[in-house]
C-alpha cells in the first residue's frame, strides 16, 4: 500500500524564516500528491496539491513540486507568519486505493 | 458553497455503548470517506460510500458501520465503544468515484469514550 514519511517535528521558527517540510512517498502508480494543515482544534484543510510530474502546486505562499524521479512533494515559505503554526501533512492518493494516506504530520511553530 | 458540516462537534459515551455520527458534504459532491484520527497521530482511512455503498474500507474492525443516504449525506457508527475508539472523526468529500479525486474534509467530530 501507499506510505509517506515526514520530516520530524516539531519545528520552531521565527517569523519570517524560511520554511521547507520534506516529504516521501511510496504509491502505486502514478499518485496525485496534497498538502493539508490541521490547525489547533480543526479539521484538515488543503493547502496545495499537484496531479503530475514536475506540477508545482501553490497557495497562500507555500509550494510544492512533485518530484517523480525522487518521490518526493517538499512544501515550502519563504517567508513564515505567526498565522502559519498548525500541524502539516503530507498525503499521496493513489488510483488503486481512493484514499488518502497520512504520516503522523509536521507540528510547526512559529515564534514572533 | 457550503462546505463538508459534521454533528455533533463533540461527543462523550461510556464503553460498550454506540454512536453514530454525521456528515454532509460539500455542495455538489456525491462520495463520502471516513477517517479516524488519533491524538498526535495522522487521520486513518475507515471506509467510503458512492451511490450509497461502501465502496473501499480500511483496517477497522466490523463495529464500524455506516450509511450514505440519497441526499449523499452520510452517517458512521460505532458499535460497543472502546476506550481506544476515543478519537476525531472527520469526513471528506468528493466529486465522482473516479481516480484520485481531491478530498475536502469537515471539521471533525471528537469522541471521548470514557
Known amino acids: 500500500g501507499d506510505s509517506v514519511t515526514q520530516m520530524e517535528g516539531p519545528v520552531t521558527l521565527s517569523e519570517e524564516a524560511f520554511l521547507t517540510i520534506n516529504c516521501t512517498y511510496t504509491a502505486t502508480g502514478y499518485p496525485s500528491l496534497f498538502w493539508y494543515v490541521q490547525y489547533p482544534g480543526e479539521g484538515l484543510q488543503l493547502l496545495l496539491k499537484a496531479t503530475k510530474a514536475d506540477d508545482k502546486g501553490s497557495n497562500k505562499g507555500f509550494e510544492a513540486t512533485y518530484r517523480k524521479e525522487t518521490t518526493s512533494f517538499h512544501l515550502e515559505k519563504g517567508s513564515v507568519q505567526v498565522s502559519d503554526s498548525a500541524v502539516y501533512f503530507c498525503?499521496?492518493?493513489?488510483?488503486?486505493?481512493?484514499?488518502?494516506?497520512f504520516g503522523s504530520g509536521t507540528q510547526l511553530t512559529v515564534l514572533p | 458553497d457550503a462546505g463538508v458540516t459534521q454533528s455533533p462537534t463533540h461527543l462523550i459515551k461510556t464503553r460498550g455503548q454506540q454512536v453514530t455520527l454525521r456528515c454532509s458534504p460539500k455542495?455538489?459532491?456525491?462520495?463520502v470517506s471516513w477517517y479516524q484520527q488519533a491524538l498526535g497521530q495522522g487521520p486513518q482511512f475507515i471506509f467510503q460510500y458512492y451511490e450509497e455503498e461502501e465502496r473501499q474500507r480500511g483496517n477497522f474492525p466490523d463495529r464500524f458501520s455506516g450509511h450514505q443516504f440519497p441526499n449523499y449525506s452520510s452517517e458512521l457508527n460505532v458499535n460497543a465503544l472502546l476506550l481506544g475508539d476515543s478519537a476525531l472523526y472527520l469526513c471528506?468529500?468528493?466529486?465522482?468515484?473516479?481516480?484520485?479525486?481531491?478530498?475536502?474534509f469537515g471539521p471533525g467530530t471528537r469522541l471521548l469514550v470514557l
Open positions: 498525503a499521496p492518493l493513489s488510483g488503486s486505493a481512493r484514499q488518502l494516506t
Open positions: 471528506a468529500s468528493s466529486l465522482g468515484w473516479g481516480s484520485k479525486k481531491t478530498q475536502y
Open positions: 455542495s455538489g459532491h456525491d462520495t
